[in-house]
């Protein structure tokens, strides 16, 4: 009598475990993907790397005097200063932008650190916006241009914003492979019961994600990054299929 519940428990932890297989299996099936009476439901994936070919790189020089005449002299002295390095070093004149510059004042503290009414300088901040296909010399002339303090230049060298033109083109490409890259999912999903994807009955785009080619960010709204030369365009689609 003991042999005989001793094999029924055996029997009933064997089913056990294989529910509990079989629950798990499914619980993972259903996180990914989605098999209804309606259709298949399939993520598509797709990337590439591209090569940006064009920036904008931002300079700004500032300068502080005790008076505003003095401080806009020594901004108006620098400007051709800076202007004339870009140029040297391969920039074309019609690419470089003075933007309108701006100036402020610096109140005088006390010991206390209480400001007070009186001006203790004058400021002003000059922007040069510098636009180029060549995203390398863009890359070389941000690294070098500190150089320029030595000539007592104060200036801010903003991070080159790197971008790719042909942007629009690539996203529908990508697209395409995406959706291709899920109807292929769904038929390794669907061939083990002999069946295969009829007709897309619905298909949802999700959002682009622009990263360095190394990066393994994503975003619910998108990652659109400006700061890499090289990028990683990756698309995803999400689709279902009639099941045949």
Known sequence: MCFLCEKLKEYQLTIFALILTLGLIIAVFIGTNIISEKGIYMTGSAEEIVMSDSAVWT?????????????????????????????????????????????????????????????????????????????????????????????????????????????????????EKASLDAKQRANSTLKVNGNKTGKILSVKTGVFQITAPESTNVSDIGIIDANSIEKKVTAVVKVTYEIK
Request: glycine share 2%.
């Open 59 to 175: 300079i700004t020089i500032n300068t502080k005097k005790p008076t505003l005449v003095a401080a806009y002299k020594v901004l108006e002295n620098q400007i051709p200063v800076v202007k004339k390095y870009l140029i040297d070093n391969g920039i074309k004149e019609e690419n470089i932008n003075i933007e309108t510059a701006s100036y402020w004042t610096s109140m005088k503290r006390l010991p206390n650190g209480n400001v007070t009414d009186e001006i203790s300088s004058y400021n002003y901040s000059q922007n040069i916006k510098v636009k180029s296909d060549d995203v390398f010399l863009i890359k070389k002339l941000s690294t070098d241009i500190p150089k320029l303090t030595e000539q007592d230049i104060d200036l801010n060298s903003q991070q080159p914003e790197y971008q790719y033109s042909k942007l629009a083109e690539l996203k529908v490409k990508l697209l």
